[in-house]
């Protein structure tokens, strides 16, 4: 489970009461019991979440698609929340409760389950996911930075050999299952990366922890807001702890009354350069795909992912 920096929470629905989440000055509990203090803070990336796993007898990507309550089951979910403070706890029919997903969808292995049955978060939802078919049209920015045909994905990551550059690479599907990633890209999130253009569309998927946070203050609200505001590699969204016991507490940078987007984020401050080693796989790319386009400009080095440009 992921829990926030010790919010001033209201846990009613935000659509019946809106709210803002802000850290205070106390460690929460969950944080201390998942021994935060030894954690491994990685740079929480702006994007949407994606996994890998296999379907169809080889390794695909997947798409978040969250089950939510039909009309009916939503109407008495809220009226519950209203008068919380009366009921003990709200019961629900996974059977005739949720609106219908695809065959295909699978929940998320992280949530609870009840009697084999998986159990709706704190909002009502089961989180969980589809796969991305080849030309998908609904998940078509997802379809972009894989290939089934050869088994591979379009991967943002540090250089292995120097963390002070960024790569651009093919990575093989196989050597991405069972993690969790985060897409990002122009068409994403209102693009906070600054990446490609309306006419060039350029997307990637990062793994999630794959940057780690260097150079972290304590961890004191005054001495994280100071960071955030003051220090180059705090232009970031947030950080993520990754605890020991597989726990996730995060802090998002409106947590502590910052904005976000930023117009001149951490992540373009590096360079990057693409290593797409694809001759060993003996691929011919449709004309139009990405990694026809990053071919193109393979062992090319950029003084920042706002530079790559793909009208090739």
Known sequence: ATHTWQPQL?????????????????L??????????????????????CYVTNYKGQPYLWARLDRKPNKQADKRF???????ENAKEFHWNTEEDFKPVPECWIPAKEIEKQNGKPVPDENGHI???????KNSKQYCWHSSVVSYEFGIALVLRHHPDDPGVLEISAVPLSELLEQTLELIGTNINGNPYGLGSKKYPLHFLTPHGAFQVRNLPTLKHNDLLSWFEGCREGQI???????????LIKVHRHHLGLCWPLPDTYMNSKPVIINMNL??????????????KFSKIDKQKFDRLKDITLDI
């Not at 969204?237 to 726990?247: P, S």
């Open 237 to 247: 969204e947030g950080i993520v702890w990754h605890c020991g016991d597989g726990c």
């Open 78 to 84: 809220k009226k519950f929340l209203h008068s919380k």
């Open 127 to 133: 989180p969980g996911w589809v796969p991305v078919e």
């Open 279 to 292: 001759d060993k796989y003996d691929c011919a790319f449709d004309h139009q795909s990405l990694f026809n």
């Open 28 to 49: 929460s509990e969950k944080a201390l019991d998942a021994d935060v203090y030894n954690a491994v803070a990685t740079e929480k990336v702006d994007g949407t979440c």
């Open 10 to 26: 209201d846990h009613r629905n935000s659509a019946l009461l809106p709210f803002k989440v802000l850290a205070t000055e106390t």
